[in-house]
Every structure is written in structure tokens, then in C-alpha cells.
């Protein structure tokens, strides 16, 4: 639920972009996607205009 603490009993779902920062003890049934992160930015930003750049490195569609 967005706004609710994150519940320490609960299994949620995640993704990454690279495993550098995410140790192999963290999470279960970990898998390579054919998906390509920069790839799927561009096109998700493509369909979804206007962009505004709020902060240095960051976005917001709005």
C-alpha cells in the first residue's frame, strides 16, 4: 500500500539494474531478463510526455 512501512514479515517484489549494490544474500528467485534498462527508459519517456527535469540526475512525467 503506497505509504504504509514496508512490513519485515512480508515478501514483496523487486528489480535492479545491476547486482553490484544488491548482495547474493539479498532475495529469492533471482533471474536475467532479456529486458534492457536503458531501453525500456526511452520508450516508457516516449509515450509518456512531457518530461520535466525537476533536479540534477533525476526526472518527472508529468
Known sequence: MQ???LDPARTYSA???TAQ???A???QQ???TSHH???AMRAYLE??????VAHYHTFVVV
Do not use: T
Open 3 to 5: 505509504g504504509q512501512p
Open 15 to 17: 528489480a535492479f539494474i
Open 21 to 23: 549494490g544488491v548482495p
Open 25 to 27: 544474500k539479498l532475495g
Open 30 to 32: 533471482r533471474r536475467k
Open 37 to 39: 534498462a536503458v531501453a
Open 47 to 52: 509515450q509518456h510526455r512531457p518530461l520535466a
